[in-house]
């Protein structure tokens, strides 16, 4: 795998001081492996920026990629929901994601994931 892409269950437990996630990014950061985040999944997960230090750190390290959900992910996004017959658009632009870069997704959800591709490699938290 070339690193890790977090949706929006793991942002809100590197928030909440989650040491599994602070250990995953911990590792990545030191093998430079490119942490891969939707930004759908940061939408989903910035509630108060400026009390979120947490999260406004790592988004501005050099080894993160904000992924928007421009017209060819929008379009991609609305194949994986019609192929799995299910809504959650921030769920499928995580899994958009993480094929395009090979990775896993770093979840606390996973069987929504699993729904959309039961393919992908997750690591739970």
Known sequence: MAGITLDAGALIALDRDDR???ALLARSA????????PASALAQ???RPDRQVRLARLVRQPTIDVVSLGRIDATNVGRVLAASGTTDVVDAHVVICARRA???VVTSDPDNLRALD???TIVEL
Not at 30 to 37: F, Y
């Open 20 to 22: 599994r996630v602070i």
């Open 45 to 47: 997960a910035v509630r």
């Open 30 to 37: 030191e093998t430079r492996a490119t942490v891969t985040i």
């Open 102 to 104: 090979n990775q896993a």
């Open 118 to 120: 039961p393919t992908l």
